[in-house]
């Protein structure tokens, strides 16, 4: 019998949207992983973000939200390949198209999937990033990422200054109750949406509410990743809106004047 770890009908069925895009960054070796993904600067100055990938690992439109936000912050991002060494769930067989290939889908998520098994992996990343001389450091999650993010950010020792999740698939109210940074929260339209608004009740309450940011999308599950179908013009829409928020959430919190994209902050939850 197949263990369901996630449960997100649309993070396991939505197509993966074929993208042209070329990656204007570099690949290195960092932290302990071998290989990860560098948008911006070669060496990260006093502010730094990190991003963790969906499921597909590192795809196209995923790097080109990272390149968005290096060239608009004028920061370093850095994307490590979480899922060393066995690589990230094939493209090929995604979606699923018979029982066997969701139940591998299933075993993805509960082996190198697994979210509880990245999030130390991400501390280790950041408290590198420190050492080399980031002051602050945000990160951002897609879809499985902020399962992985927003744990980190909960962590006693975190180095984490906030977290933004983007499309969250498998994310509960229960993973923010100890959350030590300000939350950028993005859901599509797929996403349970009363969950969300726990989420957005529980941070609300926290030190640093007003710090926080938030707005829900009409478009598909994965739309700022790699489902993110960019010739469609209400995807493409919400993909830049995403992005343009992400500037801004972590552009205000640590300071930076970003340049070239704006959004509106606080957008009234769905009823």
Known sequence: MTTIHNTNVACCTIPVVKSNYK??????????????YVAGPEKPGKVALVCVYDILGFMPQTQQGA????????VQVLMPDFFEPEGPFPADKFPPQNDEEAAELQAFFGGIGKPENSVANLIRVGKALKDEGVEWLGVYG?????????PAGADPSTPINAVAA?????????????????????????EPIEEMKQILEIVSKKSFASQNDHKFYASPHGFGGARADLEDP??????????????????????????????????????
């Open 142 to 150: 897609l879809c499985w990422g902020p399962k992985v993010a927003i």
């Open 166 to 190: 983007c499309h969250p698939a498998m994310l509960s109210h229960g993973d923010v109750t100890e959350l030590k940074v300000p939350l950028g929260l993005y859901p599509s339209k797929d």
């Open 67 to 74: 390149d968005i936000l290096a060239d608009k912050l004028g």
């Open 234 to 271: 209400q995807g493409k829409q919400d993909y830049e809106d995403l992005y343009a928020r992400l500037v801004g959430f972590f552009g205000k919190l640590s300071g930076i004047h970003a340049h070239g994209m704006s959004a509106s902050y606080h957008s009234d939850v769905p009823r």
């Open 23 to 36: 990656p204007k960054g570099f690949f290195k070796s960092y932290a302990g992983f071998s290989k990860a």
